[in-house]
């Protein structure tokens, strides 16, 4: 079995920062791609960005693009999220999901595993 905890989630001024984290743990293998999704209040989840088990492929949403930064430590198994620039749009639950198959999707059907969540609330 596969366990991720997310973390870093809270409230932030309009224009500030926030890195969240997913750790990892359990069954895991070093070839396993990791994305984040979010849900904002009354819509579907969304996709936010993901990356492939080496680190060396990216993908983002264009809501995140230039904004938000991905990026994974293997050895701690530890996926983060900075997130700079927020928006009050930012405003969601923010999940982690993994799979695998080593590749970055932007499709939540792409992931075998997810996260609880962590809220993360933008003020204007």
């Known amino acids: 079995q596969v366990q991720l905890v997310e973390s870093g989630g809270g409230l932030v001024q309009a224009g500030g920062s926030l890195r969240l984290s997913c750790v990892v743990s359990?069954?895991?293998?070093?070839?396993?791609?990791m994305g984040w999704f979010r849900q904002p209040p009354g819509k579907e989840r969304e996709f936010v960005a993901a990356?492939?088990?080496?680190?060396?492929?990216?993908y983002y949403d264009d809501s995140a693009q230039g904004r938000f930064t991905i990026t994974r430590d293997t050895a701690k198994n530890t996926v983060y999220l900075q997130m700079n620039s927020l928006k009050s749009e930012d405003t969601a639950v923010y999940y982690c999901?993994?799979?695998?198959?080593?590749?970055?999707?932007?499709?939540?059907?792409?992931?075998?595993?997810w996260g609880q969540g962590t809220q993360v609330t933008v003020s204007s």
């Open positions: 990356i492939n088990w080496s680190g060396d492929t990216t």
């Open positions: 359990g069954r895991t293998f070093r070839t396993y791609a």
């Open positions: 999901a993994l799979n695998f198959r080593g590749i970055a999707s932007y499709k939540s059907s792409g992931y075998d595993y």
